[in-house]
């Protein structure tokens, strides 16, 4: 049985193509194109499996909470989401004195139900005044700034929209306005919202519109053209209205023949481009490109899909696109926009990135003056002159050069005048203590980017930093940092599970090797959003999780059971892709179909293994939805910050006047209750039990809260109004800016003044602690500790009641003032403050 993947690639262009007018329609679109799978990013991909659910058909109307829906996708959605290019040539034609400027538009996507399109219009582009009978649309403006006009026919339905082009109708203003990109989505209703509009563009720009359902002749519901007519400019007798304020509401609209502006370009939506070096070529063509994103998923219709369960299944047979361990998490990522079911197209284009990734991989040169092992694979190059940069960082120095990642080793190259310099080798297998995280790199080692890797090893004398420069995100180093820790994370696991026999060693090698292979597919399928490379990397997701342990103990005693030999294992996987010839030419390979029928690739704990991975997706899920609501509150600024913390301590706040009144005496009833059972809990030594019981009153609470669904019903408001005005605020701030400095002095002088009585630099106010803390050491050690509490508690209540503040005002001023004169008179340590490390006095350290 041999296993054989054969893919191929596909490559697809967007061209602009003239669409001629036919003289007898009126519909101001293009003609349609076909339901056929094309590259669009997430957001353009949910809005699309929101129509399908959103849109029923002809003659429904979608309901407000479909509407909500869709706007908030909308309203989300950049010119970037759709794949749409700045610097489209649309843009940049000048238009010719006297001369409207064309529209340009492009399908999407059209069926009967509904149609996504993109209108371009360079500056002074106008779509004229038209309807959309018994339609709903949306529109989003994507780029630019333009001019809507928008009326509601008053007295008319939608039979009436087929009236001869004579007959005026009476018609409600209800947009006149100039929008700029970014703005909410303006939805239009069969009969109401604007449903006459027209557009007249004051800067480039681009719309999408998503109408359901689309235009069609055939079926009635075909554009008619309409000119606006004040509402004074007819006679008096045909007005209706004598209300001057009324009249500027209203005009009269009478239906024309096509306009000359009606005419578009149309721009055949063919898909993604799949290589930028066609670009050069395509632009010195006629057709011109529109285009350039080659993203993941892809729009195709529902019929042939999958779930979670059959990915999973077809993992546990042929370990290629999904490992049986991580193979749900991977399906999660993979279709988090297409509501979890995973598309023919969507499948097939993985496969074929997969195949693209291994024959990349196979081309890459071996790092210069390295002898590589047997079984060790290059899992990842970047510093090479066709990728991006790569920066190496040693103190104050930086060289670039080539990065390698194997299974075994990281290599860095730092580039000659000629060729590269021989590697340096920083072994990722040895288990020796060592350490990998981001770090931050800048100019003359200052930390100002957020884009690299430090590596510490008790072998290296200096820590390693690799920078991996980007303009915006850090991406990329998230990417290394992840595939990196795989491969250490990888040699950890075999330490610790005592894993040595050499089959069973390599299978796990190709199964992490298949993971990363995995994972550099998806990040060139998904390229605007890249997934999160856990989901692909089986140790670096279970090391994470708390349960993950587990996994990782079944998952070694599924290597016991398990055929590497099988044609199905990953083992055989890699030597069918051409990857480990060397490696397993090592192995005794059975074959025939005798073999295929008894060998077992499916481990015997399989049942305990799901229930561990199953058990873990469950925490997973737990997890990622706490931190996406804690994330929320970290999103806010320091001044939000603190007003959620002061609505959260509220219920604190309303409980101490309740204590105060207890100390204060005004309830004495209450006081005294207090009094007595703390003093009745300390005698009897109850405060275990006394903490007990606090703790069932505790949990008591929780069980009421829950029964009664408290908690999901409860929700924390902050109110961020303000009655100061800007100067005002500004003045707070500044004020309480001040009063965190004056609290961080106060505490420096008071450490001041305690290392200066410990180190006996007052004299007489170290005599006079030494006295005072003996004679307490003389007391704790005599007395019981539950007498001293007793006592403190009884003096503490009687200070408070009304004979003891009469009693001890007199002497309680006295003693103030004495305490802070003696505290005011403790001088401070000397304080020197330097620039530099260097400048420091060795003489002035303390040991």
Request: charged fraction near 25%; hydrophobic fraction near 40%; aromatic fraction near 8%.
């Amino acid at each position: 049985m041999k296993v054989e993947v054969r893919l191929t690639d596909v490559s697809k262009v967007i061209r602009k193509k003239k669409c001629c007018r036919k003289p007898n329609s009126k519909r101001k679109h293009p003609p349609a194109t076909p339901a056929s799978p094309v590259a669009v990013s997430f957001p353009l991909q949910r809005l699309y499996m929101s129509c399908i659910d959103v849109f029923k058909g002809v003659g429904t109307v979608p309901s407000p909470t479909d509407v909500q829906k869709l706007c908030r996708i909308l309203d989300g959605m950049r010119a970037e989401d759709v794949g749409l290019s700045r610097n489209l040539q649309f843009f940049k034609t000048s238009s010719i004195s006297g001369v409207t400027p064309k529209v340009a538009c492009t399908t999407i996507y059209q069926s009967e139900k509904f149609s996504l399109c993109i209108f371009f219009l360079p500056a002074n582009a106008v779509i004229p005044l038209h309807n959309h009978p018994g339609m709903t649309v949306f529109n989003k403006l994507l780029l630019g700034k333009v001019h809507i006009k928008a009326y509601d026919l008053v007295t008319s339905n939608n039979q009436d929209d087929s009236a001869s082009p004579s007959q005026r109708k009476l018609a409600a203003l209800k947009a006149d306005s100039v929008f700029t990109a970014p703005c909410d989505t303006s939805v239009l209703y069969p009969t109401s919202g604007g449903n006459i509009h027209a557009f007249t563009a004051i800067t480039p720009c681009a719309i999408l519109d998503v109408m359901g359902p689309p235009y069609s002749k055939k079926d009635g519901r075909d554009c008619s053209y309409y000119r606006d007519i004040p509402y004074n400019a007819l006679p008096y007798e045909e007005a209706v209205m004598n209300d001057d304020r009324e009249r500027e509401r209203y005009c009269w609209l009478e239906e024309i023949e096509i306009p000359k502006e009606s005419e578009m370009e149309g721009i055949k939506y063919m898909g993604p481009r799949e290589y930028l070096a066609k670009e050069k070529e395509d632009n010195e063509q006629d057709d011109i490109s529109l285009f350039y994103s080659d993203v993941m998923p892809l729009l195709v219709d529902n019929e042939p899909s999958v779930g979670d369960d059959a990915f999973v299944w077809l993992g546990s047979l042929v370990p290629l696109a999904a490992d049986f361990v991580n193979g749900r998490f991977t399906f999660e990522t993979l279709t988090s926009s297409t509501m979890n079911r995973l598309h023919f197209p969507a499948y097939d284009r993985f496969l074929k990135e997969i195949d693209k990734c291994i024959k990349h991989l196979q081309k890459q040169a071996i790092p210069k003056n390295v002898v590589m092992a047997d079984d060790e694979f290059i899992l990842h190059v970047e510093g090479t002159a066709s990728s991006q940069r790569v920066v190496r960082h040693i103190g104050g120095q930086s060289w670039p050069g080539r990065l390698t990642l194997t299974n075994y080793a990281l290599y860095f190259e730092a580039s000659g005048i000629v060729s590269y310099e021989d590697a340096i080798k920083l072994d990722l297998s040895k288990d020796i203590e060592r350490f990998i995280k981001p770090a931050a790199t800048g100019p003359l080692g200052s930390p100002l980017f957020d884009k690299a890797i430090s590596y510490e090893s008790s072998e290296l004398k200096e820590d390693v930093q690799i920078e991996f420069p980007e303009l915006t995100s850090c991406t990329r180093r998230d990417h290394w940092l992840a595939i990196m820790k795989e491969v250490m994370l990888l040699h950890k696991f075999l330490t610790n599970f005592n894993i040595e026999s050499p089959l069973q060693v390599w299978e796990m090698h190709a199964r992490t090797i298949l993971g990363i292979i995995r994972l550099h597919a998806a990040r060139e399928l998904l390229r605007i959003a890249p997934p999160d490379p856990k989901s692909f990397l089986i140790f670096a997701l279970f090391d994470e999780l708390p349960t993950g342990s587990e996994v990782l103990q079944e998952l070694a005693e599924s290597l016991k059971t398990v055929d590497t030999g099988h044609p199905c294992s990953a083992t055989s996987i890699l030597r069918n892709l051409n990857v480990s010839d060397a490696v397993t030419g090592h192995m005794v390979m059975k074959s025939g179909m005798e073999h295929a029928e008894t060998a077992n690739i499916k481990p015997e704990n399989q049942s305990s293994l799901e229930t561990a991975v199953e058990h873990v997706r469950e925490d997973a899920k737990e997890i990622n939805t706490a931190k996406a609501k804690a994330d929320e509150l970290k999103d806010e600024g320091i001044g939000n910050t603190a007003l959620v913390l002061l609505e959260l301590v509220k219920p604190l706040q309303s409980a101490w006047p309740w204590f105060q009144e207890v100390i204060q005496w005004e309830r004495p009833a209450s006081t005294l209750t207090v009094i007595g059972l703390t003093l009745l809990v300390v005698y009897k030594e109850w405060v275990g039990k006394a903490v007990a019981v606090f703790l069932m009153w505790v949990v008591s609470k929780m069980i009421w809260a829950r029964r009664h669904g408290v908690g999901k019903k409860t929700k924390f408001v902050v109110c961020t109004a303000s009655d100061q005005t800007t100067m005002e605020s500004i003045v707070s701030a500044q004020h309480g800016l001040n009063m965190v400095h004056n609290i961080m002095q106060l505490a420096n002088i008071s450490i001041l003044k305690i290392w200066s009585i410990f180190l006996s630099n007052a004299p007489k106010h170290t005599d006079m602690a030494i006295t005072a803390m003996t004679g307490g050491a003389i007391v704790f050690a005599v007395i019981p500790l539950k007498f001293i509490i007793m006592a403190l508690v009884v003096f503490a209540f009687a200070a408070t009641s009304k004979a003891g503040k009469l009693v001890n005002t007199k002497k309680n001023d006295m003693g103030n003032r004495k305490l802070k004169g003696w505290w005011d008179s403790i001088p401070v340590i000397p304080v020197e403050i330097v620039d530099k490390v260097e400048d420091i006095p060795k003489a002035t350290k303390t040991d």
